[in-house]
């Protein structure tokens, strides 16, 4: 299945983001919360950040996927979903807005489009049936 490439993608990602906060963790002395450190602040939301949007659109890629969607439909969202994730990570990190922003953007049109390929694709026989 292609979306398991993008499942490994994601997963790395956010592996990568959680091994952040623990390094910034170490380094700053903080167990709870943020201490202050804005870097660690930033880590911790970059990281949530990922947390929030990932697993869902891995569940929409996946079923999209499985209702039958065409597989260069299932890279595209699956593309759009890792680069809005690396490039609203990197305008985060960098404090650069517009990164942020175009990285949310990417994120939203991949959501948006997953959820539309998935009503379009979806087996509205079996969904209505009574069987």
Request: proline share 2%; glycine share 8%; with cysteine.
């Amino acid at each position: 299945m292609v979306s398991a490439l993008y499942a490994v993608l994601g997963a790395l990602l956010l592996i990568k983001f959680s091994f952040d906060v623990v390094r910034m963790r170490l380094q700053y002395r903080v167990s709870y919360g943020d201490g202050g450190f804005s870097e660690l602040q930033s880590a911790i939301r970059i990281h949530g950040n990922a947390v929030e949007y990932i697993p869902v659109a891995l569940l929409l890629l996946l079923l999209m996927e499985m209702n039958g969607a065409e597989t260069w439909m299932v890279h595209v969202c699956g593309l759009l979903l890792i680069a809005g994730r690396l490039m609203h990570a990197h305008g985060f990190h960098h404090r650069l807005i517009r990164w942020r922003r175009s990285g949310m953007s990417a994120t939203w049109s991949s959501l948006i489009l997953m959820v539309l390929a998935n009503l379009w694709y979806m087996p509205w026989e079996l969904v209505f049936s009574l069987h």
